[in-house]
């Protein structure tokens, strides 16, 4: 089994951005937490992150036929973006949706996922132990 992590706008910035909401933890520590968790149960893992969206959809395409599911954290592209939706749809890889905050508790515009409207699950608010649910679930669900 192989598994995309994917991340979106401003997750490379983790441990400096908001660190009351997102944490000490960098980015690169999170990929690290990823790799050793999946290891230990014989899963290959792949993280990615952009800030652009074109990337994103770049990545979610290329996923079809070299990975057997996503856990994908859009960022602010939760609640914008339309084109990751179809992205997801047209490869059909089942996906669950990450945040690390609880967006349910924030401002209003954070309420909108069209995310959801694909995800087979939806992680919210658990911190970086979000990740390892999400591949935990994918793990236990298809592998």
């Not at 909401?21 to 014989?42: F, N, P, Q, S, W």
């Not at 914008?80 to 939706?85: E, F, K, P, Q, V």
Request: net charge negative; hydrophobic share 40%; aromatic share 8%.
């Amino acid at each position: 089994m192989h598994l995309l992590v994917l991340n979106g706008p401003n997750l490379n910035m983790l441990g400096v951005r908001e660190p009351d909401i997102y944490g000490k933890t960098t980015y690169t520590d999170l990929c690290k937490m990823i790799e050793a968790h999946v290891r230990e149960k014989g899963v290959q893992v792949t993280c990615e992150q952009s800030n652009h969206e074109g990337t994103l959809v770049d990545l979610i395409q290329a996923a079809l036929g070299c990975y057997d599911g996503i856990v994908l954290n859009p960022g602010a592209y939760t609640h914008t973006s339309i084109a990751l939706l179809d992205a997801l749809k047209a490869v059909g890889l089942p996906t669950v949706e990450v945040h690390i905050s609880d967006v349910g508790a924030r401002e209003p515009f954070r309420q909108i996922s069209y995310i959801a409207y694909y995800a087979e699950k939806r992680i919210i608010g658990k911190g970086l132990q979000g990740y390892l649910d999400a591949l935990d679930y994918l793990i236990e669900r298809y592998a």
